[in-house]
């Protein structure tokens, strides 16, 4: 597969909610859901084709190829990205970027990157994952507190990051609420007793008023990725992202990057890895003697959602991958493979379907940043088909954005005495 990078400027406020308000307010994401990206491209097909989806899927046409075939183009969520003197940082440049690990902590009196500009000074984050395996080992509960001032710690309460020029910065995207009036049909006049409020994100930051900008991708075969890509080029204004697109809301600039190819190699991280967990557990040895040795022929991996997952085990939902979904994931038997740790939660999430006009189902969702823990005593089995995993996602509905995975995200390797 071929992926294709996109770079998208807000140029106006995006109202994308996570599902149709019962109350007088919408709430709105943090991001660009893959599925909002993947129906605007799939509306600006249909509507320079006058709306004939016939014309476009007979005889295996592009619109069959990128959104019905067994293999369709994969829209990957658009997160915000870093922005400095006004201008988007290359993604080149970056040295680590993606979702937070919910195995990350910070203190709970000053939370935040070290880096941050923000006053008061931050106490900075740090990983517990290898420290709390390592501490399940040794039989001892692990409860850390903040290295800086000895406080109380808590989930970190960043959800993107980005590590330029070994500094670590959290990316969010500011809101504010638009209060509207409704409209009486019949008269074209304002209706009494009817007002609401919507959730947008801005269109520019707080601080120095520099652009918002969104960075996310589109997989697709080999075969159309030029041809997808000279289309969102050609067109960099014409998409509307988000509801309330009659009234200003939801315009963007999208930028397309030349496709590259997809593949993913993993090797060097699934080594990085296993030797950081061998060196910390030899570190917990001041501790006494373990309740158990740490096996030498083991390899270790994380899997770490970068997007919220739909994860069904024997017809029922679940928040956890357990070996035999993982194996069935990336098509493979591995008898040795076993699930070490997983942290996870969960929540629910709806949606409007525009082609329908109707509600999406409710779907309960294994949140981004979840962490699963594996181990395996056949490495050559999983060098491969963990890259390709990581390309094709996890789970149900991956070609809207559901299930993006990172393998061994190098967060875990920030100790609570490195603390950034």
């Known amino acids: 597969m071929q992926r ?21 307010i919408g ?6 859901p893959g599925t909002v990206i993947r129906g605007a491209v799939a509306a600006q097909i249909l509507d320079l084709s006058n709306g004939r989806a016939t014309d476009l899927t007979e005889n295996g046409g592009d619109f069959q190829a990128l959104f019905l075939s067994e293999n369709p183009a994969i829209f ?29 902590l910070s203190s709970k009196n000053k ?20 420290d709390r395996f390592c501490a399940e080992g040794y039989g001892y509960p692990y409860d850390p507190n903040c290295p800086e001032d000895g406080g109380r710690v808590d989930a970190a309460s960043i959800s993107f990051y980005c590590k330029f020029d070994d500094e670590y910065h959290s990316l969010k995207a500011n809101k504010r609420l638009l209060t509207r009036v409704g409209i009486n049909r019949r008269r074209a006049t304002s209706e009494e007793e009817i007002l609401y409020s919507l959730e947008v994100l801005n269109e520019s930051h707080e601080k120095k008023q520099n652009p918002v900008y969104y960075r996310g991708a589109i997989l697709v075969q080999e075969h159309l990725a030029e041809s997808l890509r000279d289309f969102i080029q050609e067109r960099p204004q014409n998409f509307r992202l988000g509801g309330s697109t009659s009234r200003g809301l939801g315009k963007v600039e999208i930028t397309a990057k030349q496709p590259v190819s997809a593949k993913i190699d993993v090797e060097q991280k699934l080594t990085k890895f ?4 061998e060196d910390r557990w030899q570190k917990w040895e001041i501790f006494g003697v373990p309740l158990k040795e740490l096996p030498g022929d083991r390899t270790y991996f994380t899997l770490d959602l970068q997007s919220d997952a739909i994860l069904t085990e024997n017809w029922r939902r679940t928040t956890v991958i357990s070996e035999k979904m993982l194996q069935q994931f990336a098509k493979v038997e591995d008898p040795s493979l076993k699930l070490e740790a997983a942290y996870t939660s969960y929540d629910y999430l709806s949606g409007w379907n525009a082609a329908w006009g109707l509600m999406k189902d409710v779907e309960l969702i294994t949140n981004k940043g979840s962490v699963y823990l594996f181990s395996t005593t056949q490495r050559e089995i999983w060098d491969n088909v963990l890259g390709e995993l990581e390309v094709r996602g996890v789970g149900d509905r991956t070609c809207e954005g559901f299930g993006q995975i990172q393998i061994c995200n190098q967060f875990h390797n920030v100790f609570r005495e490195e603390a950034v």
């Open 4 to 24: 294709i990078e996109l770079q998208i400027k807000a140029l106006s406020a995006l109202a994308i909610a996570r599902q149709k308000a019962g109350g007088s």
């Open 27 to 32: 709430e709105a994401v943090e991001y660009i």
């Open 76 to 104: 990957q969520n658009a997160y915000p990205a870093l922005v400095s003197d006004g201008e988007l940082v290359s993604k080149d440049t970056l040295e680590e970027n993606g979702v937070l690990p919910a195995t990350a």
């Open 111 to 130: 939370p935040g990157f070290k880096s941050e500009e923000d006053e008061p000074e931050k106490n900075g984050v740090f990983d517990t994952l290898i």
């Open 274 to 277: 296993t030797n950081s967990i």
